[in-house]
């Protein structure tokens, strides 16, 4: 036998008042409505809540129990309503993000740390990728929001820009171009570049693709930035990083050196955009705010 919210909530009203025309005002209907839905509920239950005499209303044994079990169940409802509320405004639940080369980006803790000032009952849960996902797990799935450096194959990926990196050439301290203070392109045309196996665009772009002969040599297969690291280390091949990994932690033995005709690569937030939800949405605010001070909340 279904029971409707509503009229449980009515009689919650009378039980606490005891009394039907103020029951009436409290719930801004008219008293003889009221009466109609109590007796309507009485009815379904099969069993009478309330005694009711020209002076007082009392409640029965079961109007007893019943309300007992009555404010309970208003006050889950109450509980879950607001918990859809508050999903539906992104304020609770959890956010997978990853925030893979990221560690010389002043601008990606600040975000963290601001969205959990904000949204302190959403959980963050930080998941690490490799360097063959340049997408940090968004195109797989696994990851809600993901820090990534662009560009790279990005089909159904929206993207918040975050900041820019000029790349630096990576050479080995002995490298016959490691003393100079900037490099070109054209000093790095005849050098030998990693191969791996990942994203083609995003190969292309960090090993210069575009300023280097078709023809040229492939150097070492590499599977992940320690492996790049430790091959330009031993001499086998070049590199380029985005410089703010010069200062995220120490590399020996490696020589960073800008080059002056590269393009710098772009760091940004992206997410799914079939999968936009309240969290995502909230989370994509707070780092455009904390980017774009200026930029006022919707």
């Not at 109590?38 to 019943?66: S, W």
């Not at 091949?237 to 010069?246: E, G, Q």
């Amino acid at each position: 036998m279904p029971l409707e919210f509503r009229n449980l909530r009515y009689f919650v009203a009378v039980a606490e008042e005891l009394h039907f025309s103020r029951a009436a005002e409290r719930l801004y209907i008219a008293q003889p409505a009221l009466s109609e839905q109590i007796r309507r509920l009485e009815r379904d239950l099969g069993v009478d809540l309330l005694r009711r005499t020209t002076r007082k209303v009392e409640l029965t044994p079961a109007g007893e129990e019943f309300l007992v079990r009555a404010r309970r169940i208003l006050a889950e409802a109450d509980a879950a309503m607001g918990e859809a509320e508050r999903a539906a405004r992104g304020e609770v639940g959890r956010l997978r993000v990853s925030t893979f080369g990221t560690a010389g980006i002043e601008e990606v803790p600040r975000i963290m740390r601001a969205f959990g000032e904000e949204r302190p009952n959403v959980a963050l849960d930080l998941v690490p990728f490799a360097m063959e996902d340049h997408s940090g797990g968004l195109l797989g799935g696994r990851t809600d929001v993901a820090f990534v450096w662009r560009p790279f194959a990005d089909d159904g990926l929206a993207f918040e820009p975050i900041a820019e990196d000029p790349r630096v050439a990576v050479l080995a301290e002995g490298h016959r171009l490691a003393g100079r203070k900037r490099l070109r392109m054209a000093d790095l045309a005849e050098e030998v570049w990693p191969h791996v196996d990942t994203d083609p665009v995003a190969l292309a772009f960090w090993t210069c693709a575009e300023h280097r002969d078709p023809g040229s040599r492939h150097g070492p297969s590499v599977g992940s930035m320690e492996e790049v690291f430790e091959a330009v280390r031993a001499g086998l091949c070049i590199s380029t990083s985005p410089r703010s990994l010069i200062g995220a932690q120490s590399w020996p033995g490696l020589i960073f050196v800008e080059v002056e005709d590269l393009s710098p690569a772009t760091l940004a937030l992206g997410w799914r955009e079939a999968d936009e939800t309240p969290v995502v949405q909230a989370f994509v605010e707070v780092a455009r705010r904390t980017v774009d001070p200026s930029d006022p909340p919707d």
